[in-house]
């Protein structure tokens, strides 16, 4: 007799919470380091580099910092929300070569109300990127409905356009790759704001703003 599921309670039989598992495998930096770095002379003659993303690559500081020591003098990228410590941001800033950094709202309610947490140390980090002689990029990513309005684009046009290291800015419109997992794990996507709405995409806010803008 097959009994409920002790994992969640709501199913019989196989249960897709049981069967996940942990994957991957430790690595300290040094070692990870050498495994990148056998391909050093084909990134360095090509021009290209590392890219060190995540989730939050900076939500393990320690970890980061003592690979980015390893990995130098390659070309090295970080992809980060901002959330994080202003000191841990300030180091990382002077210790990478370009900043890919995601500004997904400018009004901390609303960035409260779909995150969970407000935006107030984001925008001091931004700030601080703004200042520096770092290359950046800044990524949008858009939510129909949650941050692509033109208040939100021009607000956030407003906290860069002076910024001497900005390469450009990013927009990433909505997609609804993460919908198909839900069920994997038997939860409801849930989003809270219509999936299926056309996204605002506004370049041209960017553009009168003297910023390149890009859609990916």
Known sequence: IQKECTVCGNCTGVCPLRLRKI???????????????????????????????????????????????????????????????????????????????????????????????????????????????????????????VNDSLSNMEKTAMLIKDAQHLKRVELLPYHQTASAKYSMINRVFNPGFEPTKKVNIRLDVFKDNNIHASVL
């Open 23 to 145: 994957c991957g495998q430790e690595i300290d930096a040094k070692e990870l380091a050498g495994i990148v770095l056998k391909g050093k002379e084909v990134l360095i003659n090509s021009g290209g580099g590392i890219t060190i993303s995540g989730g939050e690559p900076l939500a393990q500081p320690a970890f980061f910092f003592d690979l980015v020591r390893h990995l130098k003098p390659l070309h090295i990228a970080v992809e980060t929300s901002g959330y994080v410590k202003n000191e841990i941001f300030r180091e990382m800033v002077t210790e990478t070569d370009l900043i890919l950094m995601d500004i997904k709202h400018t009004d901390p309610e609303i960035h409260r109300e779909y995150t969970g947490a407000d935006n107030t140390l984001i925008l001091e980090n931004l700030r601080f990127l703004c200042r520096s002689e770092t290359d950046f990029i800044i990524r949008i990513p858009l939510i129909p409905g």
